[in-house]
């Protein structure tokens, strides 16, 4: 994995080896948050590489801190597909594994992973 990040607000993404992890940092309840956060990270900031065809999996983690966040997990899954949608992959239905999980971190943070399968 490349060390070379690119950040735009609290929104920072990297790429090496077929593999586009992606970070927020900080959490709330409302998942719509996300959408346009990292939507406009990826319009402003992001020169990687193109959306490509074929099927994808996807891994999102949600890293708290203290008490987990009354955060629904397919809400948040639901808005970071709909963000990263023409940039990792062409449509959300190329999404043939998707993991979604709520973990005690060490700070709070989104991390998404993106990788192809094949």
Request: charged share 30%; net charge neutral.
């Amino acid at each position: 994995m490349s060390e070379e990040w690119v950040q735009h607000g609290k929104v920072r993404a990297r790429e090496a080896e077929g593999l586009l992890e992606i970070t927020v940092d900080g959490l709330t309840t409302q998942a719509k948050y996300y959408k346009p956060l990292i939507y406009e990270f990826f319009r402003k900031a992001w020169r990687g590489s193109r959306p490509a065809w074929g099927e994808f999996a996807v891994e999102i983690a949600m890293d708290y801190v203290g008490e987990a966040p009354w955060l629904d997990l397919d809400n948040l899954a639901k808005a970071i597909l709909d963000a990263i949608k023409g940039y990792a992959f062409h449509d959300d239905a190329q999404v043939a594994r998707l993991l979604v999980e709520r973990r005690p971190g060490e700070r709070e943070r989104i991390t998404v992973r993106v990788s192809r399968l094949g």
